[in-house]
């Protein structure tokens, strides 16, 4: 069966760096696109960046353009998030996601690995 | 990149029909059949129930159905049911190669 699970979250300070791991199992991880996406606490859902299956296209959202690199091993069946610069506004768990089909075609999502960016 | 808009709150009684909305702009819902919905219950991930605006994952109830006029969609939800009480969040792809959230419904079950 699919599975995604997050790793790499924690507590860090305005400015600081973290990186956050998705590794995936039950399907063929190189043949597919992935998405993070967060959830700020009480919020709603907010798209971060995509991957491309191969690894070389990737988009960000604004919000994150510049301070955020996303990135894959499909060797290691694992994506990443490199967080740069973080924000307390960045402070939000972190979902990994698996597109299937069109963009918004998000059919199985890890549990999520909570952020907190805080002095 | 604003959210897309979705009304914060819809409630209604067991058996009823009801219809949430989700308007966004000729860059997103009105230029692409790319929308989604999700489905969130409290503490758990979302759940896939419609995509390309009118489609239905394998094992989604049809009570759950989808449509989309210009820039606006729609989610209805047919003979509510207890169950179906959560959080609701529409998505689309954009002209910017990004997606756009809504900001997400509360819909309760009276």
């Known amino acids: 069966q699919v599975q995604l699970v997050e790793s790499g979250g924690g507590v860090v300070q305005p400015g600081g760096s973290l990186r956050l791991s998705c590794a995936a199992s039950?399907?063929?991880?190189?043949?597919?696109?992935m998405h993070w996406v967060r959830q700020a606490p009480g919020k709603g859902l907010e798209w971060v960046a995509i991957i491309l299956y191969d690894g070389y296209n990737k988009y960000y959202a604004d919000s994150v353009k510049g301070r955020f690199t996303i990135s894959r091993d499909n060797v290691k069946n694992t994506m990443y998030l490199q967080m740069n610069s973080l924000r307390v506004e960045d402070t939000a768990i972190y979902y990994c996601?698996?597109?299937?089909?069109?963009?918004?075609?998000?059919?199985?999502w890890g549990q999520g690995t909570l952020v907190t960016v805080s002095s | 990149q604003s959210a897309l808009t979705q009304p914060a709150s819809v409630s209604g009684s067991p058996g009823q029909s009801i219809t949430i909305s989700c308007t966004g702009s000729?860059?997103?819902?009105?230029?692409?059949?790319?929308v989604s919905w999700y489905q969130q219950h409290p503490g758990k991930v979302p759940k896939l129930i419609i995509y390309d605006v009118t489609n239905r994952p394998s094992g989604v109830s049809n009570r759950f159905s989808g449509s989309k006029s210009g820039t606006t969609a729609s989610l209805t939800i047919s003979g509510l049911q207890a169950e179906d009480e959560a959080d609701y969040y529409c998505?689309?792809?954009?002209?910017?190669?990004?997606?756009?959230f809504g900001g997400g419904t509360k819909l309760t079950v009276l």
């Open positions: 000729s860059s997103d819902v009105g230029g692409y059949n790319y």
């Open positions: 039950g399907f063929t991880f190189s043949s597919f696109d």
């Open positions: 996601a698996r597109k299937e089909g069109s963009w918004v075609q998000i059919d199985y």
């Open positions: 998505s689309s792809y954009t002209t910017s190669n990004t997606v756009l």
